[in-house]
């Protein structure tokens, strides 16, 4: 049975899920001793960088299934995975999804107290940690157990593992959390149909360039880990999982293990577009797999010159320089990127644009009434999509206010033209209201700054509205070697649309620590928010 064999019987078998993708693999037999997966980190008898077959990676998942079982944990238990290492929390979501538990896997950037509240408010059954993750919860209230050490348990014995559990599609197999941006972060909960929608469409198309061998410098926790596990295990993509997003690291991982393609967030780009990348060995890397918020244009420029890809010529298929870079927008609530457009060398359509739909998405962009607008309006974008979380764990309130006529309401101000194409101008809550049918969006703002600004890495615009007035601050990260003391207040201002402009207060260059970050490296505009009101008002 060959391997594109093995892809259409996955995407076509209706039974399998997020939930059961490794057992279903195994039971189609092919290739089960070939490398796979692959961590950063030593687990069990495997040292870094040592990569799993799917019999080494099924025997590592008994053990714990075995293991967790032992200590009582059954279907619908939810659990709670907060460690360091990706290796931890990948398994332990498959040995917890084996059993029917749910796992509920938890950044390990989220400090102890806002992680021991987060816990008290799922009801966990027990909290499967680290030391250091152990460490950082004692002295707060999280309402359950500590299990053994989280590394113990790959001394289970796999033969005790009981029968996988059969899973419906509406099961619920994890629960991965929003970024924390505006406060503490939401409990999405993911079906066994909705984490596994679009890995099914996907097993249906060809197999892109870049795919055969992917580096994930995702945050391990997050639902997109879970979606590009499922996918290497469904297309039998060797995967290695880093336990951490800098951007030094990713490029030492990529000229170490040598990838076709990179899948990360916005924030790794950025972080990327920062090195010298013409200094590091790159030309592994065909793709750049984007998810989450979508990237800028500079940043994406950077990579796409960097790498190499395969092109079909007269003289047959040769390797050119430079690589593709899929953008999109997604959201731990859309369950998967509900956009796509690939960039590449000599490919023009930016200023935010996130490309069309997926086929398996319908989506409309609504106004404050929530009637539905046409080419050019901005609204909030309303999705509906088979990859949707089911809602938020606990929390019904929220889920239902998110909801509008079947669609999910993602908070993301957008556009689309007559051509069908979507752009992101910003997210609702940090946009500003300007009065007389004009608004201030920060994120499309950023975006022109640094078009308009080569010397800048990034830039974060900060809006507060004190005593009935918008007031903005610009704050600039600047490209090694750019003159700190150069005043940029023109550039920027002249790159802003006119009402932006007129509520720029002060233009700050400003270090990455001035930035306050959540967990999974996005920006926490909230707090700058409150710090620069009260540079405003004086409390």
């Known amino acids: 049975m060959?391997?594109?064999?093995?892809?259409?019987?996955?995407?076509?078998?209706?039974?399998?899920?997020?939930?059961?993708?490794?057992?279903?693999?195994?039971?189609?037999?092919?290739?089960?001793?070939?490398?796979l997966l692959t961590f950063d980190t030593p687990v069990d008898d495997h040292a870094a960088w040592q990569p799993f077959t799917l019999h080494e990676l099924d025997r590592a998942v008994?053990?714990?299934?075995?293991?967790?079982?032992?200590?009582?944990?059954?279907?619908?238990?939810?659990?709670?995975?907060?460690?360091?290492?990706?290796?931890?929390?990948?398994?332990?979501?498959?040995?917890?999804?084996?059993?029917?538990?749910?796992?509920?896997?938890?950044?390990p950037n989220l400090d102890g107290e806002r992680a021991a509240r987060y816990i008290a408010r799922l009801g966990p059954v027990g909290i499967l940690a680290d030391p250091a993750h152990l460490a950082a919860l004692a002295g707060h209230d999280a309402g359950a157990p500590a299990f053994p050490e989280i590394s113990t348990l790959g001394a289970g014995d796999p033969e005790a593992a009981p029968a996988p559990y059969r899973h419906w599609s509406?099961?619920?197999?994890?629960?991965?959390?929003?970024?924390?941006?505006?406060?503490?972060?939401?409990?999405?909960?993911?079906?066994?149909?909705?984490?596994?929608?679009?890995?099914?469409?996907?097993?249906?198309?060809?197999?892109?360039?870049?795919?055969?061998?992917m580096l994930s410098a995702l945050p391990a926790p997050h639902a997109a880990t879970l979606i590009a596990l499922n996918l290497a295990l469904s297309s039998h993509t060797r995967l290695a999982v880093l336990s951490r997003q800098s951007g030094a690291g990713v490029l030492d991982a990529i000229e170490d293990w040598r990838p076709t393609g990179v899948?990360?967030?916005?924030?790794?780009w950025a972080e990327l577009a920062h090195h010298d990348l013409s200094a590091r060995e790159l030309a592994s890397v065909a793709l750049w797999w984007n998810t989450g918020d979508c990237a800028h244009e500079v940043h994406i420029r950077r990579l796409i010159a960097a790498g190499s890809r395969e092109s079909v010529t007269r003289e047959g298929r040769v390797r050119l320089p430079g690589s593709l870079f899929v953008d999109g927008l997604g959201s731990t609530e859309m369950g998967h990127s509900h956009f796509f457009i690939t960039h590449g060398p000599g490919t023009e359509r930016y200023g935010r644009c996130v490309g069309r739909p997926h086929a398996f998405v319908d989506c409309e962009v609504v106004g404050a009434d929530g009637e539905p607008l046409g080419p050019g309006e901005v609204g909030e974008l309303a999705t509906s999509s088979p990859t949707l979380a089911l809602g938020y764990w606990n929390d019904s309130a929220t889920t239902f206010r998110t909801r509008l006529r079947g669609r999910?309401?993602?908070?993301?101000?957008?556009?689309?033209?007559?051509?069908?194409?979507?752009?992101?101008?910003?997210?609702?809550?940090?946009?500003?209201?300007?009065?007389?049918?004009?608004?201030?969006?920060?994120?499309m703002s950023e975006e022109r700054v640094l078009a308009a600004c080569p010397d800048v890495a990034d830039?974060?615009?900060?809006?507060?509205?004190?005593?009935?007035?918008?007031?903005?601050?610009?704050?600039?990260?600047?490209?090694?070697?750019?003159?700190?003391?150069?005043?940029r207040t023109k550039a920027v201002t002249s790159a802003l649309d006119e009402a932006a402009a007129a509520t720029v207060r002060?233009?700050?260059?400003?270090?990455?620590?001035?930035?306050?970050?959540?967990?999974?490296?996005?920006?926490?505009?909230?707090?700058?928010?409150?710090?620069?009101?009260?540079s405003v008002t004086g409390r």
């Not at 079982?69 to 290492?85: E, N, T």
């Open 2 to 35: 060959s391997i594109r064999s093995i892809r259409t019987l996955l995407a076509d078998d209706p039974d399998v899920g997020a939930g059961n993708v490794l057992s279903s693999r195994l039971a189609l037999g092919p290739g089960l001793d070939e490398p």
């Open 62 to 107: 008994r053990a714990r299934a075995a293991a967790l079982h032992a200590l009582g944990v059954g279907r619908r238990d939810p659990v709670v995975v907060y460690a360091s290492d990706a290796a931890e929390h990948v398994l332990a979501f498959l040995a917890l999804a084996r059993l029917g538990a749910i796992p509920a896997l938890l950044n």
């Open 170 to 213: 509406g099961d619920p197999v994890a629960i991965t959390h929003s970024s924390g941006t505006t406060g503490m972060p939401k409990a999405v909960v993911h079906s066994h149909a909705s984490l596994y929608a679009a890995i099914r469409h996907r097993l249906r198309l060809p197999r892109p360039q870049g795919q055969d061998r």
């Open 263 to 268: 899948i990360g967030f916005a924030a790794t």
């Open 408 to 443: 999910f309401l993602t908070g993301d101000l957008m556009y689309r033209d007559e051509e069908g194409y979507y752009y992101h101008v910003d997210r609702l809550v940090d946009s500003v209201e300007l009065g007389s049918g004009k608004r201030l969006f920060t994120a």
């Open 459 to 487: 830039c974060t615009v900060v809006a507060v509205r004190a005593g009935g007035q918008v007031v903005t601050d610009v704050l600039l990260v600047l490209a090694p070697g750019a003159d700190p003391s150069a005043d």
């Open 506 to 534: 002060q233009v700050l260059v400003v270090t990455g620590d001035d930035i306050p970050l959540g967990p999974t490296g996005k920006v926490r505009k909230v707090l700058l928010r409150q710090r620069h009101l009260e």
